[in-house]
Nanobody, 125 residues
Framework: QVQLVESGGGLVQAGGSLRLSCAAS????????MGWFRQAPGKEREFVAAVRWSGGSTYYADSVKGRFTISRDNAKNTVYLQMNGLKPEDTAVYHC??????????????????WGKGTLVTVSS
């Protein structure tokens, strides 16, 4: 059974940092892009960041560029999201996803092959 399990969410003050992890099990995703998405209450899911299998190419939503960093450790089958300079508008449930199409990730994540259940990030002002 393939699973993506996120961790690392929590409550943090504005300006603080969190590091999210997404651990995959049941198969290896070392050749697939992986990405992070978020969904705030009452809002649609939005793309946050994605990384190609090699880790050499990364992509970010404009709203997080310069503050968030995505990385991956293929040996551990894990992808990370380092979030610095957090703002209240970053509050959301953060999900990771795995799919062969990085274009589909960047366009919003419709049709992703695998999703995690998410981890809640709350940023207080």
């Amino acid at each position: 059974q393939v699973q993506l399990v996120e961790s690392g969410g929590g409550l943090v003050q504005a300006g603080g940092s969190l590091r999210l992890s997404c651990a995959a099990s049941g198969r290896t995703f070392s050749t697939w892009p992986m990405g992070w998405f978020r969904q705030a209450p009452g809002k649609e899911r939005e793309f946050v960041a994605a990384v190609r299998w090699s880790g050499g190419s990364t992509y970010y939503a404009d709203s997080v560029k310069g503050r968030f960093t995505i990385s991956r450790d293929n040996a551990k089958n894990t992808v990370y999201l380092q979030m610095n300079g957090l703002k209240p508008e970053d509050t959301a449930v953060y999900h990771c996803a795995a799919d062969p199409s990085i274009a589909a990730m960047r366009s919003g994540g419709s049709g992703m092959n695998y999703w995690g259940k998410g981890t809640l990030v709350t940023v207080s002002s």
